[in-house]
């Protein structure tokens, strides 16, 4: 079966170092076949992400534009009212989108911002999208109440392999992430869960990545790709990126080995060729985010992607 039956396989670091290793065009045959036996061809949901909090967080990722530890130039918001995040959410359903997220830049939300939260949750359900937050670290007892207001999916990103973590992120553990994440699985959330590449990581640390993803039980229902978008005045900011032809790479070697997952192209977009966005959804990537910005970093637009799927001939869903 290819590892095709979603979450019954325990992938070696040998099988995952053998497919990073085949022939591209090999790979990504692979990689289209396991695609079209999980999900229609040709069809890419689309996603909005807003940020319903911004800047001013406690932790010290490397990569990221919020934290207070570095001096990028953003400025800290409070939590969007609810009527704001709604129209946002309004917005994104007439430009196409079928799931929103929100995301707030904190290491854990407080438990009197919840109701707000769950309200928003509320709300967007209502307009008939799926729903997905990311706020940092949960505890039971959180997870819990977003799950009961409806929330589908939570998300929170390992960012990397566990052995490179500690050079990304000194401020919580890799444990503290597989704790979150089990968390929202006993909830009854759906789990969102990927990672970043191109941050001066080893090829040795993307297969680490996919590997700790994929050996999740189950894997996540929701998988973002990222890379890197340089931010001046973070550590990694300088981080050389790498190429579209190994971006794509990791993409097709997520959805083999985690055939029934979203697999989410997502920050980068913006800065990446019609051809490598173009390999990315041969490889499996069946997600883009749309609209002009993501969090706080530029995103293609809608007039981009207008044109990218004409020419592909994609639908997006």
Request: with cysteine; charged share 25%; aromatic share 6%.
């Amino acid at each position: 079966m290819d590892g095709e039956a979603a979450g019954t396989k325990r992938w070696t670091r040998e099988e995952a170092t053998a497919l990073f290793a085949s022939p591209f065009a090999d790979l990504l045959f692979r990689a289209q076949s396991v695609h079209r036996a999980h999900f229609a061809a040709n069809e890419v949901q689309a996603s909005r992400l807003l940020s319903i909090k911004t800047g001013g967080c406690a932790e010290n990722c490397g990569y990221c534009s919020q934290s207070a530890h570095f001096d990028t130039g953003l400025k800290a918001s409070k939590l969007m009212e609810r009527e704001a995040v709604v129209e946002e959410a309004r917005r994104a359903k007439q430009e196409g989108a079928s799931r929103f997220c929100m995301g707030a830049a904190w290491r854990s939300p407080k438990d009197k911002d919840l109701p707000a939260l769950c309200a928003m949750i509320g709300d967007v359900k209502a307009l008939g999208l799926e729903t997905c937050m990311t706020l940092g670290m949960l505890s039971d007892g959180q997870a819990q109440t977003l799950a009961a207001a409806g929330l589908d999916y939570y998300n929170h990103n390992i960012d990397t392999s566990p052995d490179y973590y500690p050079k990304v992120v000194s401020t919580r553990t890799f444990e503290d992430r597989i704790e979150t994440l089990e968390r929202v699985r006993v909830s009854g959330m759906k789990v969102c869960c990927g990672g970043i590449v191109g941050m001066g990581e080893a090829a040795e640390d993307r297969i680490g990545l996919l590997l700790a993803l994929a050996n999740m039980k189950p894997p996540p229902e929701s998988v973002p790709i990222n890379a890197l978008v340089g931010i001046e005045g973070t550590p990694l900011g300088e981080s050389a990126p790498i190429s579209g032809i190994e971006f794509a790479r990791v993409i097709a070697v997520a959805r083999i080995m985690m055939p029934a997952s979203m697999v989410r192209l997502s920050a980068g977009r913006d800065e990446m060729s019609e051809e490598t966005q173009a390999l990315c959804f041969l490889a499996g990537a069946n997600s883009i985010f749309i609209g002009e910005r993501l969090l706080t970093t530029d995103n293609p637009g809608e007039d981009r992607d207008a044109e990218l799927v004409e020419r592909l001939g994609i639908r997006l869903v």
